[in-house]
């Protein structure tokens, strides 16, 4: 199956600094990145849709300032997390759908974000 | 009322059990339909698609009820490593929207 990668795999930092997450398919193009947030015991939630070369589109509820989304290439996508808090410490994961028709998508294997 | 809602369970099963997991749906937009696996602290993993004429792999039978909006998962004999979270997820059309249902846990036991 397609493989996509996340980078940090986990990463604490202190209350107002920005953290940035990276997404790529690694060997496929995705035209279109996913990304999610889910707290423990709970469901995906959809943050936002990464479209490469244009902006992101934002779930309602998300602020597109703190949570910056670069879809810089067809196969990497960064989710910047500014001035992060403790209510952001979270597990945010990112997946991607192939430009080759298909409806799956293909998730990477997420980041753990601890906010101090 | 949720888009995709699933039983959370738990459900508790021995080895060797069969069990299945319901999902209704209420946007009659949807479009495709999976069911996803989840252990604990990973990411989700697909485990099927799920069609109107049913599809089966191995233990694992899926099925698609579009009248009633409904989706399901069987899963016979059941193994200590099927014990998981099952996510079931739907795809929506305009825009391609993906809902996650909150999914059900499996627990199988020796």
């Known amino acids: 199956g397609a493989v996509v990668s996340q980078h940090p795999s986990r990463v604490i930092c202190k209350s107002g600094t920005s953290v940035k997450i990276e997404c790529r398919s690694l060997?496929?193009?995705?035209?279109?990145m996913f990304w999610y947030r889910q707290f423990p015991k709970k469901s995906l939630m959809l943050m936002a849709t990464?479209?490469?070369?244009?902006?992101?589109?934002?779930e309602q509820g998300v602020e597109k300032d703190k949570f910056l989304i670069n879809h810089a290439s067809l196969t990497l996508s960064t989710l910047t997390v500014t001035s992060a808090h403790p209510e952001d410490s979270s597990f945010y994961i990112c997946?991607?759908?192939?430009?080759?028709?298909?409806?799956?998508?293909?998730f990477g294997p997420g980041t753990r974000l601890l906010v101090l | 009322r949720k888009e995709v809602e699933q039983d959370p369970g738990p459900f508790n099963v021995p080895e060797g059990a069969t069990v299945a997991f319901n999902c209704t749906y209420s946007?009659?937009?949807?479009?495709?339909f999976f069911w996803y696996r989840q252990d604990c602290r990973k990411e989700p993993k697909l485990l099927m698609s799920?069609?109107?004429s049913g599809n089966e792999d191995g233990r694992f039978t899926a099925q698609l009820n579009r009248a009633s909006q409904y989706i399901s998962l069987l899963i016979r004999d059941s193994k200590l490593s099927d014990s998981a979270t099952y996510l079931c997820?739907?795809?929506?059309?305009?825009?391609?929207?993906?809902?996650f249902g909150a999914g059900t846990r499996l627990f199988v036991k020796a």
């Open positions: 997946s991607a759908r192939a430009d080759r028709g298909e409806e799956t998508q293909y």
């Open positions: 799920v069609y109107s």
């Open positions: 946007n009659s937009a949807s479009q495709s």
């Open positions: 990464s479209n490469e070369g244009s902006k992101a589109t934002y």
């Open positions: 997820v739907v795809n929506r059309t305009g825009g391609f929207k993906t809902i």
């Open positions: 060997d496929f193009q995705a035209t279109t």
